[in-house]
Nanobody
Framework: QVQLVESGGGLVQTGGSLRLSCEAS????????MRWYRQTPGKERELVAT????????NYADTVKGRFTVSRVNAKNTVYLQMNSLKPEDTAMYYC???????????WGQGTQVTVSS
């Protein structure tokens, strides 16, 4: 079955960096655009970054533009989110999402917690 497994979350001080990873299995990775979302309790899930499948074009939320970088290594079925200059407001559960290019359903990972202390 399809699995998306995130890793790399943790506790970091303001101004620090983390790199999140999301490894996909059970799907044809190139057929999916990959996205990172985040969510805090009581709030809607927020789209943070998107990367297309083959060209690798990217889009970012205004709140993270210039600080976060999304990338993917298709040979490893893995998408990354490099997060720099972290702020307390970046504290959230971060989720990996795979959106099909052609047809089928999307998939979600289980999430990884990022906590930024002030």
């Amino acid at each position: 079955q399809v699995q998306l497994v995130e890793s790399g979350g943790g506790l970091v001080q303001t101004g620090g960096s983390l790199r999140l990873s999301c490894e996909a299995s059970g799907l044809i990775f190139l057929n999916y655009a990959m996205r990172w979302y985040r969510q805090t309790p009581g709030k809607e899930r927020e789209l943070v970054a998107t990367i297309s499948s083959t060209v690798g074009s990217t889009n970012y939320a205004d709140t993270v533009k210039g600080r976060f970088t999304v990338s993917r290594v298709n040979a490893k079925n893995t998408v990354y989110l490099q997060m720099n200059s972290l702020k307390p407001e970046d504290t959230a559960m971060y989720y990996c999402n795979a959106e099909p290019l052609y047809y089928g359903r999307e998939y979600w990972g289980q999430g990884t917690q990022v906590t930024v202390s002030s």
